[in-house]
């Protein structure tokens, strides 16, 4: 089992920036394959960017390509997600995930956090 907790969201205007942490417990972090998902009201849950185990590996979605950033620290059992630009269409409730194994870019994922709230006014 792993858990995962995530923070950092809230309310920012339009160009502003937040970060995103997911922390982990249970399992060995270091060996798993992290993404980070959204959902916004009435759309279905969506794919943002994940990170191999390593940290050598990056995947981003097109749309926030060049904004945001995925970053790890295994020796904190920590996964962050940082936000710079941000637009009204990033309104969304974000979800880190964990699996084993190679990264994917699908909701092919083992553990799911509880979600963090962010909020992009115009």
């Known amino acids: 089992q792993v858990q995962l907790v995530e923070s950092g969201g809230g309310l920012v205007q339009a160009g502003g920036s937040l970060r995103l942490s997911c922390a982990a417990s249970g399992r060995t972090f270091s060996r798993y394959a992290i993404g980070w998902f959204r959902q916004a009201p009435g759309k279905e849950r969506e794919f943002v960017t994940a990170?191999?185990?390593?940290?050598?590996?990056?995947y981003y979605a097109d749309s926030v390509k060049g904004r945001f950033t995925i970053s790890r620290d295994n020796a904190k059992n920590t996964v962050y997600l940082q936000m710079n630009s941000l637009k009204p269409e990033d309104t969304a409730v974000y979800y880190c995930?964990?699996?084993?194994?190679?990264?994917?870019?699908?909701?092919?994922?083992?553990?799911w956090g509880q979600g963090t709230q962010v909020t992009v006014s115009s």
């Open positions: 990170i191999n185990w390593t940290g050598g590996r990056t």
């Open positions: 995930a964990v699996r084993s194994g190679v990264v994917v870019l699908t909701n092919s994922y083992d553990y």
